[in-house]
Each structure stands twice: as C-alpha cells, then as structure tokens.
C-alpha cells in the first residue's frame, strides 16, 4: 500500500500549481490566487516567497484598485528573465523565437525554407538565429527548455521524425540534431507536430481556453489535426496521432505521396484546390488564395473549385465530429482561408452529415494565435518540465 | 444561450406611405451571438435596421431589452440602451485621425479642453480589446487606413460605448480577401466578448463563417430565425428568393391580404449564389 503524499510533493505540487496560473492568466493578484487555487493565504504567500527567490515570479503593488482596503500584492510571472527557445520547422519556412514565462514573446527570426532542405542543412540555419537572439538576453536570466514544432509525424519519446513527405525526411533524429548544437543548451528538446502544438497553445492562451474538447485543423502541403479531448492533447501510443489528412475519403480517389488512395488531403489540400481550379504551380497560402482570391472577384472557375474542396472539407469535419464531439473545430494554417472563404459549404455538408446530438454545440473557429500557434505551443511544452517542478528547473 | 434575448422585437410594422416595407416582423438577438439577418434586395433589412436604431419610427409592435419593454423613438434612446450601428457607408471622416474619429461628437473634456490622453488610452484599450494589432498608430489620419483598417476603426467606434448590442451593415462588401477574413475575425470576437451582433450580409460564406443564427426576410415578412447549426446553404437561398424551405418559412398556400407578393414561388430556383 502506497503512503500518502509527502510534504515535499504537496509543496512541489503546489508551487506548479501557482506557477500555472500566472504563467496562463497573467498577473494575478494574491487574493485571486487563494480563491482559484483554494489553498489559504499564508501558503500562497509562503509559495510565493519560494518563486520569488527562485527569480520565477515578482510581486507588486497594482495600480488603483478603487476599493478601500489594503490592496492585494500581484503576482507576475517574470516573462523578461525566465525563457524557453522554441522552434517552427514548418514546409515553407523555419522559425525561432526566444519565448518568456507567460507566453510573451520576446524575440524571433523567420527564415524562408528552400524546398527539399534537409535536417543537416536546417540545424545549423536555427543555430544561427539562436546565437543571434542570444546575444540580447540580459544577464540573469534563466533558460528552461526547448521546444520544436516539426511538420511530420514526431516520436514522442525522442522526436525520431518517421515520415514527413512534405518535407522529404524520413526516420531523422531531429531532438537528438538539435539538442547536440547549442540550440537545445539546458535540458532535452521536446517535439511534437505543428498541429499538435498548434492546439496547445490555442488551448492554453487562445480560442479554445476554458475548452476541454477541441480539434484543430492545420493545413500546409497537408493537413494535420491536434486533438484535445477530456483536456487532454491525444496523440496516440507513439506520438504519431492525429494524421486525419490520411483518412480514406474517397477509395476511388488520387494517389497520396503516403502510398494510399483517396486520403482526406487528396481532396482538400492546396494540390486539389489548384486543380480544381486548373491552376499550378504553386504552394501554401500562396496557392489557397491565388483560387480564394479570384472566387471572391466573381471568377466562376475559381467559385466552383472553392464549393467542391469546401464540400470536402466539409465530409471530413462531420466525420470527426461525430468521433470526438468537439465543443469547437479551429482551422488553421491554410485551412484559415479554405474555410472562411467555403463555409457555407462547410456548414451546411456538416449540418446534414453529422449527427445532431454531436454537432449542435460544435462551434467552428480560426485560431486566436494566428500562425505563431506553433511557436507558442512548442514552448508549452518546453515549459512543461519547469511547471512540474518548479524549483528544480529553475 | 442566454435564455432571454438581449433585443425582442415584436409584430414590427412599418409603412412609408401606401407602401408596407414591414410586416408582423419578429427578431430577436442573444448576447455573445451573431444573428445573420441575410434577405434579398428591398427586403427591408436597412429599414429594419433604422427602426431598431431610432432612425425611423415604427407604427406597430414591441421592443423588449432584456425581457422589458422599452421605446425607442430616437437614435439617443439606442444609444441609451448600448445599440450602435455600423453603416456600410463607415461615416468616417476622412481628414481627421482615429481617436477623433472615435469620439466624434462624443468627446471627452477635462475641464475646457478636450482630454486627448483619456481619449487615446480609451482607443487603445479598445483595439486591444479586440486584439487589433493592424493599426500602427492611433493619430494617423483615417485617409491613410485601407479599407479593411477602416472597418476596424468603425467596429471599434461602435464598441467603445460599453455597447450591448452592435449591427453591422454589410461589413466586408468593399473588402479584399484578406481583409474580409480580418473583419470576420473581429465580428466572431465581438460576440465571443459577450455582445449581441446583428450581421447583415448578402455573402453566404461570411454569414456561415460567424454566424450561430440566421434570420431571413423576405418581402417585408420574417420567415425563419433558425440556428446555423440546423440550416444549410441551399435552405437559406431558398428562404431569400421564395420565402420557403420545406417546412420553414411561409406556409405554402398563404391568403396575402392585399394580393402582392408572399406567392409561393415554385418555379424559382435558387442559383448557384456565393
């Protein structure tokens, strides 16, 4: 029979605890703090005290309460001292940025990514941009981790990147690249696929706060959906879930580049929209809207191709609501576009083939964060380690 | 979701004249909702409009705010009750920047002179309210601002007011399509802060894209309020060109009283809209 917790687990607990809630909320008054957390009001300003020495939190006065009494101390997270590197290897574009306690940005660099660049070629490019950032940190702060957002599939346990056809890799080592440049100083690199993080971060600070059950759909060369269900990010037994883009849609369909027929982003990624359209040569958001663009002008080509990939769409989204009974769908990446430009269709395909009891509450969204989702949520988890156990990162 | 509705109107009738432009209209609008109200051309959607915002008086029925009933027979009696609207027209001014522009009319003093630094915090509270970030600053001169910037400006200005309640008038008709995209965005973020808005809209996709109900008029008549979730894009059509859809709208065989439109339109077909 096990014993009950420690004291020091109920402390490490604790201080995790309180370091979540401003990390999440912002500043926070200790009178806030004690109501949300439920713990009296000499532990939190014992718990407080303990960050405060470990430089994670500072406390203040607030400005003008307009109440009388004494007013209560805020707790803020120190955002300018404490940070995270958190990296974006997405089909188009690499991105770094320095990311400060509390989901502040605090620097960043955004590169163009040739297509085809492999990981020896990568690593060194963030490199740079990270002795770049480096230089401007002041002295003092604290480093607490690395994330990486990768476009493909990420083992969980070692960031192994099994299959990315977008970008041409296939079983590279990325957390291990990483974490041997200068990029992953200061503890393991964490990975995990763009749109997986993507909903983190919208879960943690954006449209889906306060939702537990949440699909987000993320749209580059394909389309990738994070998934939160009961709170939890689901990701499956080795980290690969959430590849709806693979979903057989149409058994009589185009081939897919992952060797299957019929996939859901044969029929709804950027390479069916231009085709529906008769245009080429072109990719990303650049080719959603080169067909958005001219539907929205009147082109009547462009107008039908946006209906039919919509339509699609549309299937795809109904068949997962009626899986995972989200309370919201986001679309993000090119996805954002796809769908404000073809939601009636949309709409009205999940309207009529998704099952009533599980699509009436479903509310359909783009993201909060925009594109730096993935920056963002890649930071989360990169923070995760010092939420833990605060003291002991820190 | 609020189970009483911020505004209820009530059996609205309004005649210029020989001419009835409404009849026995029914709305109603939930605070953090979007209500589409989508109708043809004439189908007396600005005129509804004008009515709920004290520009023209109504000769028959009810507003309810919050359950009570209340009058409203001036545009300051809308405002009173925290109503603005947001012409398609943007009734901007073009030589003067964005805090002037937000509290035209409406300026705030200290003393004599005008308080420009309550007023400019005020803007910016407002806009980052609204998470704009497409603004660089609050004193260029509106001229300057695209047009998706100054359908910003005019949202924001509608918002400033503690308002309840915000109608927008087809706010992305003159808009690219990032643009668009933008100002959809904010629409959805208006409701989701908590205010009720009435979205006029002859875009389907936009009306899809934000709304949670959709309300259609056709030839004066309210013929369905229904949720987003139940409706589908062909049905919506439908209700605009022929004032039906199966079991939604006009019953089929209506007995119109003065023998003018409310003819069940079987032969149109609703064509391929946006």
């Known amino acids: 029979m096990r014993a009950g917790p420690s004291q020091d687990e109920i402390r490490r607990q604790n201080l995790g605890a309180l370091l ?113 950032m480096q230089q401007a940190v002041p002295a003092g702060s604290i480093r607490v981790g690395t994330g990486a957002a990768v476009c493909g599939m990420a083992r969980r346990d070692d960031g192994l990147v099994r299959l990315s056809p977008h970008t041409g890799w296939s079983d590279e080592s ?106 080429a040569g072109l990719s990303g958001q650049a080719a959603v809207l080169a067909v958005v663009d001219p539907a929205a002008r009147g082109d009547a080509s462009a107008q039908a191709a946006v209906r039919q990939v919509g339509d699609w769409l549309g299937f795809g989204v109904a068949n997962l609501v009626n899986i995972f009974n989200p309370e919201l769908v986001v679309f993000g990446g090119t996805m954002r576009d796809l769908y404000l430009a073809a939601a009636a269709q949309v709409r009205s395909r999940l309207n009529s083939n998704a099952l009533a009891a599980c699509r009436e509450h479903v509310r359909l969204r783009t993201p909060a964060l925009g594109d730096d989702g993935a920056l963002l949520g890649a930071a989360e988890l990169a923070f995760e380690r010092l939420l833990a156990d605060p003291l002991d990162v820190a | 979701m609020s189970a009483t509705p911020l505004l209820e109107l009530r059996g609205i009738d309004k005649s210029f004249g020989p001419v009835q432009v409404l009849r026995d209209v029914a709305l109603s609008a939930h605070a953090g909702e979007v209500t589409a109200l989508v109708g043809d051309n004439g189908a007396g959607k600005s005129t509804l409009v004008k009515c709920i915002s004290g520009i023209y008086t109504t000769d028959a029925g009810e507003f309810l705010f919050e359950g009570r009933p209340v009058t409203i027979n001036s545009p300051r009696d809308a405002a009173g009750l925290g109503i603005e609207v947001v012409y398609q027209d943007l009734a901007l001014c073009d030589n003067l920047d964005i805090v002037q522009n937000m509290f035209l009319g409406r300026e705030k003093r200290s003393g004599l002179v005008l308080d420009e630094p309550t007023m400019e915090q005020m803007a910016a509270e407002t806009l980052a309210g609204l998470s704009v970030r497409t603004v660089k600053s609050l004193r260029q001169h509106v001229s300057s601002l695209s047009g998706g910037q100054r359908q910003t400006v005019a949202i924001a200005k509608a918002v400033l007011w503690n308002s309840r309640l915000v109608i927008l008038d087809e706010p992305t008709a003159a808009l690219g399509v990032a643009q668009t995209a933008q100002v959809l ?68 065989d209506p007995a119109p009283a003065d023998g003018t439109g409310a003819q069940p339109a079987e032969a149109q077909n609703p064509g391929a809209d946006r």
């Open chain 1, 20 to 132: 979540r809630y401003v990390h999440v909320h912002g500043a926070t008054t200790r009178a806030e703090l004690t109501s949300r957390l439920g713990l009296n009001r000499s532990t939190i300003g014992a718990l407080t005290a303990d960050l405060a020495n470990a430089g994670l939190v500072s406390e203040g006065t607030p400005k003008e309460t307009g109440r009388a009494g004494r007013p209560s101390l805020v707790v803020r997270p120190e955002s300018a001292r404490v940070y995270a590197y958190a990296y974006s290897i997405e089909v188009d574009r690499l991105r770094a940025a320095r990311i400060g306690l509390g989901g502040e940005l605090l620097d960043r660099r955004d590169l163009d990514r040739p297509p085809g660049l492999l990981v020896d070629e990568v690593v060194p490019l963030l490199a740079a941009a990270v002795t770049e």
């Open chain 1, 174 to 279: 990325l957390a291990e690249r990483l974490g041997g440049a200068e990029l992953g100083a200061g503890g393991p690199v964490v990975t995990g696929s763009v749109a997986d993080l993507s909903a983190l971060a919208e879960h943690v600070r954006g449209v889906a706060a306060g939702c537990d059950n949440v699909i987000y759909l993320y749209g580059d060369a394909g389309i990738g959906a994070g998934i939160i269900a009961g709170g939890r990010r689901i990701t499956g037994h080795g980290g690969h879930g959430g590849e709806v883009g693979h979903m057989v849609v149409n058994p009589g369909g185009r081939p897919c580049s992952c060797g299957s027929r019929g996939c859901w982003e044969t029929e709804v990624g950027e390479l069916a929209l231009l085709r529906a359209a008769g245009r």
């Open chain 2, 185 to 252: 965005e904010l629409v959805r973020r208006l409701a989701d802060n908590g205010l009720a808005v009435v979205l006029i809209s002859h875009n389907m996709n936009d009306v899809f894209a934000v709304s949670d109900r959709i309300a259609a008029l056709y030839l004066g008549q309210m013929v369905a309020q229904v949720k987003t979730t139940d409706i589908t894009h062909a049905q919506v059509v439908e209700l605009i060109t022929a004032g039906r859809s199966g079991n939604l709208g006009l019953t089929p």
